[in-house]
């Protein structure tokens, strides 16, 4: 008999392989080692990782519709990329932080 446990288990690897066999079948190419670098990170980290990833590409569509109008004044232009330069360091810094934290806290 299999618990519930083990199942939910059982369907989350399976979920887990079938994606990684969907990303190689579309030409993406993962080594083996950052599969599992992946998926050994909690939960938590990696939902932060896909927010902030979202939030870099968020930023990056806005710059694009954006440039169209600030390309004409070159203030509104340095503006543009200068905002979004500095949201994506942000986030790159405070996603980074969270490393910092934990080899803190190991210490």
Known sequence: MVSAR???HAAKLNYVSSSYEFMTRCGWSFSDRRMRAWQSLPRSARIKIIGYA??????VLLS???WRS????????????G?????????????????????????
Do not use: N
């Open 6 to 8: 083990g199942g939910a």
């Open 54 to 59: 979202v939030s870099t590409i968020s930023v």
């Open 64 to 66: 694009i519709v954006s």
């Open 70 to 81: 600030a390309s004409h004044d070159s203030i509104l232009a340095i503006c543009l990329l």
């Open 83 to 107: 905002g979004a330069i500095t949201s994506v360091s942000g986030m790159m810094m405070r996603m980074h932080s969270y490393d910092v934290q934990k080899s803190e806290e190991a210490d």
